[in-house]
Structure formats: C-alpha cells, structure tokens
Nanobody, 124 residues
Framework: QVQLVESGGGLVQAGGSLRLSCAAS????????MGWFRQAPGKEREFVGS????????RYVDSVKGRFTISRDMAKNTMYLQMNSLQPEDTAVYYC?????????????????WGQGTQVTVSS
C-alpha cells in the first residue's frame, strides 16, 4: 500500500514560482511511474506530467513544457514539481499520483494511488 502526501501549494502572482512536493510512504518500485495531475474548478482532472521512478525520465503535457520540471529523490521517497512562470490558468488543485504500470497511458484511469491534493492559486 502506498500513501502520497502533497505539500507546497499556495498563492502566487503571475510570473512567480512554486515547488510542490509529494512524499510517499510504502515501497515505490523502480517500475512505477509517479506523476502530477491538476483539476481546475468546473473542469476534469488532467495529466500534467510524470517521471519514471527508476530512470527519472520525465514527460509533460504541452501546456507546461519549458515551465514545469518534475524530479525525484529516491532516498527521500519524494517527488517534486517545480513550477515557474506561473499563469492564472495554472490555478488548480494539484494531485500527486502513482501508476504501478509506469506510463499513465490512460490518464486518470491509470492511477493506482492518489494524494489528497494541494491548492495552487495564481493571481493576475
């Protein structure tokens, strides 16, 4: 069983930065994928990006490429989401997720474990 706890959300002005953390308890295998999703009010939860726990290979949705960076610290069992050049449209609840099959091929349906979410609000 894996439990995920996010932290680091908050209020920031447009153009600012935030770093989210996702601390995992339980065993995270190298074959797992860890990722971030977000859900804005009135919208569906969407994939933001992911990282292979074993290889650290990241991938991102087009809207955040060049602005967001996902990394992980295996010793701390923690994943990070560094968000730069934040825009109001990035405002959402951000969720940490784990996929035991690594690839998040089916988006939210691929997720085996979810965190509780952390609010990110970007003011204009």
């Amino acid at each position: 069983q894996v439990q995920l706890v996010e932290s680091g959300g908050g209020l920031v002005q447009a153009g600012g930065s935030l770093r989210l953390s996702c601390a995992a308890s339980g065993r995270i295998f190298s074959s797992y994928g860890m990722g971030w999703f977000r859900q804005a009010p009135g919208k569906e939860r969407e994939f933001v990006g992911s990282i292979s726990w074993g290889t650290a290979y990241p991938r991102y949705v087009d809207s955040v490429k060049g602005r967001f960076t996902i990394s992980r610290d295996m010793a701390k069992n923690t994943m990070y989401l560094q968000m730069n050049s934040l825009q109001p449209e990035d405002t959402a609840v951000y969720y940490c997720a784990a996929d035991t099959l690594a690839a998040f091929i089916n988006g939210v349906r691929s997720v085996d474990y979810w965190g509780q979410g952390t609010q990110v609000t970007v003011s204009s």
